[in-house]
């Protein structure tokens, strides 16, 4: 179980399949992301016809609603939402750090008020992987603190106690079904992410994540720091970048090196009726398209593209119909997912890495991370 | 085209085969409603799926957004939702009477302000006609003034209105490829239904409809109105029973002659967690529900049934996750189109009479037509 075989390279890009106990896992892949149990507004029937594999959900949001031991109880998160495919879920630092009310971070843990209702939950490595167990994914991760990029001297301190905190989930762990990956932080600084990324490689896992991305640095500092990283990482391990992101980012992170990604992004574009296309992201609420009978894009292989018109999604929106946020939650991940195999299919074949320059711009105008609406969209 | 051959009698009760341009509808039939040309929360596949045939539109909604040139422009109502099988669009009458913010009737029509915006607009009979010309449906309304029941005076100048507008609609009527159903008013008064069902029937129509019921009288007013109109329709006409209804009235009604239901009930109990089950109606977001493992209906063949628990679906609806209302939507159409499935074998093998008692009694924990929740929401 977890073996990772590269079936290609392309200069640092690669091909791999990881084995999970829910079939294997093609990569470089791109998750969609399942916050509370399920993709916003989609079926597992969606999922499986967009050809999605793995799907993420969140510790943090489990925990506290409905509850990881009910999760167990009733079978574990794969039955409780009937996604027979791999699935991963995060340790929950993210969500303390960036949902909860308060927070009070001690060396043992993090004291924090929940976001629903203002009750007190205390987090440790611990009860992060206890979590996890009782939900049950196939990839989960260790407990970490991912702090302000731009406050330096904190940085190392978060970093060291993700160190310590990845020992203690490692230590606790206790179910062989599932592989646990440590996290490498370390913010925007080079030399606390070549020791965090040594230290984590360190670690007896299936598998390494790279946090603390994505999270307001520039694109710049973020290849950087991808460029110190991966080149410390060991080949035969897989490499999953936590949160990102635009489909830029998917192609420089796959030249990169990384293998698995996760992004609220085109779910959230899609509530906020925006769309990837050919010409760049579309605001289908926008009266340009009143009358449009094209497909959001006429080179997509999705329901949506291969069924309705612009100005029938266009409709929606403006009439307020929820249907239109399912309409384009299939289009935007399906077009992420189809990126993904083109990656795959042009480094098997030795394309990819001259390709990069044509995917870079054929996606550019589909790049930005952060639209005012989205900056509002809180994925809760 | 348009052909009525009914194949089995139970009494008054019966089945028949309507043959549109976009199919043949097998009746009774129960009509999802699509107001605002999507059955909300719903792709089209999940209505095939679950073998919906007919589904409604509104004519006043489409009229005023996206507005029924555009829908003409982009190849009709069909092509625009992608819904391949019979359509039915209302008259708008109804809506102008509930919906709009003010509304001054004369004699030629009504002038109306739009509950979207406050603009003024018009529809008259001739206007009527030509905006569902527009649309494209197969089974098309006269222009009706729906008055209120208890406003026994009125109810004879609204019956008498929309006998004239009955004669006006047919006369305006241009395309061959829609079947223009009068509607039969009178409110709650006998002799006034009497009058209009022998009036409307009169015209040469290859259906009719029943307006101004399930409108706030009462079952039993609803049932007289019944015995009262069908006896006096022409048996080679399939009669269509607007905006009704329970699962107890489309058993009434089939026992009472009709052919053709709709209503927004199934849909709109959805959108607020409630469920048709063999116990009765299920308010899923109940904390009973929080563990329990079995579907909302352990008989139901629909997709929601066959794949998840009650827990599951509670978690959704806590959670405030959409794809609740899919969910039950889902079930909860099924539900109905299942038990006129259920309703045309029995007529069909000769049982139906004997069995009304025990439908009604398995459908009656599902038969309240209203809840307080269920007034507070307007379908718009």
């Known amino acids: 179980m977890f073996q990772f075989s590269i079936t290609a390279r392309s200069n640092r890009a690669r091909t791999g399949v990881f084995t999970t106990p829910h079939g294997e896992l093609l990569t470089p892949v791109f998750a969609p992301v399942g916050t509370q149990a399920t ?6 029937e ?72 203002g009750s007190t939950h205390r987090f440790t490595p611990e009860k992060s992987i206890a979590i996890q167990e009782n939900l049950g994914a ?35 762990k206790r179910r062989p079904d599932q592989a646990l990956f440590g996290i490498v932080q370390g913010g925007v600084q080079p030399d606390l992410r070549a020791e965090s990324a040594a230290f984590i490689a360190s670690l007896d896992t299936p598998g390494i994540a790279i946090g603390g991305l994505s999270v307001g640095e ?25 949160g990102v992101g635009t489909p830029e980012d998917l192609i420089n992170g796959v030249w990169r090196g990384i293998d698995i990604f996760d992004c609220v992004l085109p779910t959230r574009l899609a509530r906020h009726h925006s769309a990837f296309a050919p010409e760049g992201r579309l605001n289908l609420m926008n009266a340009t398209f009143a ?11 999705c329901y949506t593209c291969r069924t309705f018109t612009r100005a029938y999604i266009r409709h929606l929106i403006v009439a307020k119909e929820l249907l239109a946020g399912t309409l384009i939650s299939i289009h935007n991940l399906r077009a992420l997912i189809r990126l993904m ?16 320059p044509a995917l870079l711009a054929q996606w550019h ?9 989205e900056i509002q969209d ?3």
């Open 39 to 44: 993709v916003k507004t989609l079926t597992p």
């Open 46 to 117: 969606h999922l499986k016809e967009i050809d999605a594999t793995l799907v993420l959900s969140n510790t943090y949001h489990l925990y506290l609603r409905p509850g990881d031991e009910l999760v167990r109880d009733l079978g574990g998160l794969h039955r409780f939402m009937q996604w027979p495919r791999p699935m991963l879920t995060d340790s929950g630092g993210f969500q303390v750090f960036s949902l909860a009310q308060t927070r009070k971070i001690d060396d043992d843990g993090v004291t924090f008020k929940s976001h629903i209702d």
């Open 138 to 172: 196939d990839i989960i991760m260790a407990f970490d603190e991912c702090s302000d990029p731009n406050d330096h001297a904190y940085t190392r301190i978060a970093m060291e106690r993700t160190h310590r905190w990845a020992e203690r989930s490692l230590q606790a």
């Open 218 to 242: 520039t694109k710049e500092e973020m290849h950087n720091m991808l460029d110190v990283v991966t080149p410390l990482l060991p080949e035969q391990r897989p490499r999953y970048l936590m």
């Open 291 to 301: 009358r449009d009978e094209r497909p959001i894009d006429a080179s997509c292989d």
């Open 341 to 356: 195999e083109e990656i795959r299919t042009s480094i098997a074949d030795g394309s990819f890495e001259a390709r990069v």
């Open 365 to 373: 105008g589909n790049a930005e991370r952060k639209s005012t609406a």
């Open 378 to 380: 809180t994925e809760m």
